[in-house]
């Protein structure tokens, strides 16, 4: 969920975002995840008394975080899942690439395609520089794209679906696909879009792109897909590598 320099983390819910800066809160939020988790597993998770974890499930369950579920047999045990999505967390402002940016956007007005890719990239990396980290709402936006551009690929096989996300990537200038590994399912990405002029900043930069691959084989193969970008221009490599997890 992030740093302990972070102050604010923002999630969406049916009813709008909500802004949370409860340490317990987080931590009870973090624990949860992505499955159910009964009354006692977060107590024991957070090592706070149950009068204190009661206090603070009932006012995420006010926010629209959490959902709360009663054992159809026994209405004592209650289980508890998400009900959001995490969006956005507060940071220190990361000014020097931003400028970089800024600089490298006046020197390509003359090059159309350049000059759209920088632009992008200000965008993405100016929302860092006032404080936004735009990471997960870069994901959830490239997997939507990635259901949509879905109805352009025929395959349902994992091996042709990656040919033609190859030759989607390179016919678009996303970049070159290379496939590295098929167990576990691994990707490299040559001359990437999203990152090829971007310096060493020590993180993985391609949210989008996990977004974008993730929308696309889930839709094209119904089951549940994790992809995880593990190696990046911005963590100083030449190539960006995804790995591809099936989860069920």
Same mark, same amino acid.
């Given at each position: 969920?992030?740093?302990?320099? !972070?102050?604010?983390?923002?999630?969406?819910?049916?009813?709008?975002?909500?802004?949370?800066?409860?340490?317990?809160?987080?931590?009870?939020?973090?624990?949860?995840?992505?499955?159910?988790?009964?009354?006692?597993?977060?107590?024991? *998770?957070?090592?706070?008394?149950?009068?204190?974890?009661?206090?603070?499930?009932?006012?995420?369950?006010?926010?629209?975080?959490?959902?709360?579920?009663?054992?159809?047999?026994?209405?004592?045990?209650?289980?508890?899942?998400?009900? $959001?999505?995490?969006?956005? &967390?507060?940071?220190?402002?990361?000014?020097?690439?931003?400028?970089?940016?800024?600089?490298?956007?006046?020197?390509?007005?003359?090059?159309?395609?350049?000059?759209?890719?920088?632009?992008?990239?200000?965008?993405?990396?100016?929302? %860092?520089?006032?404080?936004?980290?735009?990471?997960?709402?870069?994901?959830?936006?490239? &997997?939507?794209?990635?259901?949509?551009? $879905?109805?352009?690929?025929?395959?349902?096989?994992?091996?042709?679906?990656?040919?033609?996300?190859?030759?989607?990537?390179?016919?678009?200038?996303?970049?070159?696909?290379?496939?590295?590994?098929?167990?576990?399912? *691994?990707?490299?990405?040559?001359?990437?879009?999203?990152?090829?002029?971007?310096?060493?900043?020590?993180?993985?930069?391609?949210?989008?792109?996990?977004?974008?691959?993730?929308?696309?084989?889930?839709?094209?193969?119904?089951?549940?897909?994790?992809? !995880? !970008?593990? %190696?990046?221009?911005?963590?100083?490599?030449?190539?960006?590598?995804?790995?591809?997890?099936?989860?069920?």
């Amino acid at each position: 969920m992030g740093s302990k320099k !972070e102050r604010t983390i923002i999630f969406s819910t049916e009813k709008g975002m909500v802004a949370l800066n409860s340490p317990v809160k987080l931590i009870i939020l973090q624990f949860i995840g992505n499955r159910s988790r009964t009354f006692e597993e977060i107590v024991s *998770a957070t090592h706070k008394a149950k009068s204190t974890i009661s206090v603070h499930l009932k006012d995420l369950i006010e926010q629209n975080l959490i959902l709360e579920h009663r054992d159809s047999t026994d209405k004592r045990k209650k289980t508890f899942s998400p009900n $959001s999505q995490f969006i956005a &967390y507060s940071q220190a402002p990361i000014q020097k690439n931003y400028d970089l940016i800024l600089d490298r956007l006046i020197h390509s007005v003359d090059e159309e395609i350049e000059f759209f890719k920088t632009l992008c990239h200000t965008i993405r990396y100016g929302l %860092e520089a006032y404080g936004v980290n735009p990471r997960p709402v870069m994901k959830k936006i490239g &997997y939507d794209i990635g259901k949509r551009l $879905s109805v352009l690929f025929v395959s349902d096989s994992i091996e042709d679906l990656l040919f033609q996300i190859a030759d989607f990537w390179k016919s678009h200038d996303l970049g070159v696909v290379e496939v590295s590994g098929l167990d576990p399912l *691994a990707i490299l990405v040559h001359e990437c879009f999203d990152c090829s002029d971007m310096p060493d900043v020590g993180r993985t930069l391609c949210a989008l792109d996990e977004g974008l691959l993730e929308g696309i084989f889930q839709s094209r193969l119904n089951k549940s897909i994790s992809v !995880e !970008e593990l %190696e990046c221009f911005g963590t100083g490599y030449d190539h960006c590598k995804f790995n591809i997890q099936i989860l069920d």
